[in-house]
């Protein structure tokens, strides 16, 4: 009862923390106050543009950014690429009065402005706040903006998608030099979409249109596994019924945490989809309820290689069992929260590319060492022919099970960060799926008479005695009077 307390508390710290971290909402919604320097909004991947229908599947920026404040001087609303991005945001850090010169000066090699760069080609910059009730600035093309806004950006690129970065900071131009004014305090009210297609039509892809590029379709996958999770808990329900034993109603609740992971991420994406900003509240369940479900699966696989059900009718050491599985929960959770932390969306840094993402592959392959270790202890004390063929393929799943894991980190670390959420996932996904219809298989009610124990009910004097003749002591003194004759 303690633990299950625990495991609620330790569950009602991590939701109540998620809040703190930023979504990856897309439509933005706030305040910004010039006294911080440099203002990230959001990072935000843009689909390859079709060229044959530009304005269907190119991608855009609107809103309207407005101030209650007495504003006197124009502050700057930045749209780049990373090419420009990254000396942009490395030269925020410029100590003087020269850092907004620093920032801008690749920019400036290609950024149109209608006073001081008229042969420059792209519009990356708009001067900020717009004034209330009309459109900003530097909009000299009413009909191509959204309507009810007060800027657009089109976004093309026929030749990939690529990531776009958006910011504000409180710089302008003097005589068209970049400066800024160390003093200000000026407030600015923010309200601004990124979508992928075309906001002035009703004909956008509900699967695309709000989406980074990287989360694009992932709606469709988690909707496919859902469909496969709800099949699989039916099969496990069944196999649950008919045997009465712990370890069945255990892997049961394994998958149906799994089940509920992909419901709740579903619906915190069918909300995305709607809105722009989802539920950070019910995607931070699902994230609870996967870590729940790889944890149960642990202590089902670590269980069964120490014999329970196979060799022995009760478990071995079982109260050591369930220390190192709730430690292992609990430090799951704790990197999962140092891991929402860590990932730094403005550098691409990925989960396993931080140190909770690091230890958590270095733990799985820690308990992946122990499960062999007791899974051989297991085979050695068994002579049981069928047992041991059930413990060899038992072993031999289990094993890819724990593997992929550091695989996936290698693989996902030096992938493009545009691929790189959809691969994890889906990868993932599949290798937890398959891992649990495999045991489903094993388990099924058919298959395990002549290798495993699951029922509850008291055994009759044959089947002890069976068990009796098959222990290895008996077995060794048989072989001893049998050489001896």
Not at 91 to 116: L, Y
Not at 119 to 140: A, Q, T
Not at 355 to 380: D, I
Request: charged letters at 15%; proline letters at 3%; a negative charge.
């Amino acid at each position: 009862m303690k633990a299950f307390q625990n495991v609620v508390f330790a569950f009602t710290t991590v939701l109540s923390l998620s809040f703190v971290f930023p979504s990856f909402a897309i439509h933005l919604q706030g305040s910004w106050r010039t006294t911080e320097f440099f203002h990230f909004l959001v990072k935000f991947g843009f689909q390859r543009t079709n060229q044959h229908d530009r304005s269907n599947s190119q991608g855009y920026i609107f809103g309207n950014i407005t101030s209650k404040s007495n504003a006197s001087i124009a502050l700057t609303f930045v749209v780049v690429d990373k090419s420009f991005f990254l000396e942009y945001y490395g030269n925020r850090t410029t100590i003087g009065e020269h850092v907004c010169q620093s920032m801008f000066a690749k920019i400036d090699t290609i950024a149109f402005d209608a006073s001081c760069y008229k042969d420059n080609k792209e519009d990356f910059l708009r001067r900020i706040p717009c004034p209330i009730g009309s459109l900003c600035v530097d909009e000299d093309r009413p009909e191509m903006v959204v309507p009810g806004y007060q800027f657009t950006y089109g976004v093309q690129d026929i030749n990939q998608p690529r990531f776009w970065y958006v910011s504000m900071v409180p710089c302008y131009r003097v005589n068209c030099t970049w400066t800024h004014d160390p003093d200000s305090d000026v407030t600015i009210d923010y309200d601004v979409w990124l979508v992928n297609g075309n906001p002035f039509t009703d004909n956008q892809n509900p699967f695309k249109y709000q989406f980074s590029f990287e989360y694009q379709d992932t709606m469709e996958m988690f909707l496919v596994f859902l469909v496969l999770y709800l099949g699989l808990l039916c099969v496990q329900a069944y196999v649950a019924i008919n045997q009465r034993h712990t370890i069945t109603h255990l892997f049961a609740a394994t998958i149906c945490f799994g089940l509920f992971g992909h419901v709740f991420h579903l619906a915190h994406l069918v909300q995305f989809s709607a809105d722009g900003r989802g539920q950070r509240g019910i995607l931070v369940i699902g994230d609870i309820c996967d870590i729940l479900s790889q944890t149960a699966f642990v202590l089902v696989l670590l269980l069964l290689a120490k014999g329970w059900a196979v060799t022995n009718r009760e478990p071995k050491c079982k109260f050591l069992v369930l220390i190192v599985w709730f430690l292992y929960l609990c430090i799951s959770i704790v990197l999962h929260i140092w891991g929402e932390a860590a990932v730094d969306a403005v550098e691409d840094v990925d989960f396993f590319q931080t140190w909770p993402g690091r230890y958590a592959v270095v733990l799985r392959l820690l308990l992946m060492l122990w499960f062999l270790h007791e899974l051989r202890r297991t085979m050695q004390q068994e002579r049981n022919k069928a047992k041991l063929q059930f413990l060899l393929h038992f072993g031999a799943s289990s094993l890819v099970w724990f593997i992929y894991l550091p695989i996936l980190a290698v693989v996902a670390v030096n992938m493009s960060a545009l691929w790189r959420y959809k691969f994890v996932v889906g990868i993932s996904s599949s290798v937890n799926f398959l891992a649990f219809a495999s045991m489903t298989h094993l388990l099924w009610p058919v298959k395990h008479e002549s290798y495993l124990h699951l029922s509850n009910v008291t055994s009759g004097t044959s089947d002890e005695l069976e068990e009796f003749n098959e222990a290895p002591h008996v077995i060794n003194q048989l072989n001893h009077r049998h050489e001896s004759a």
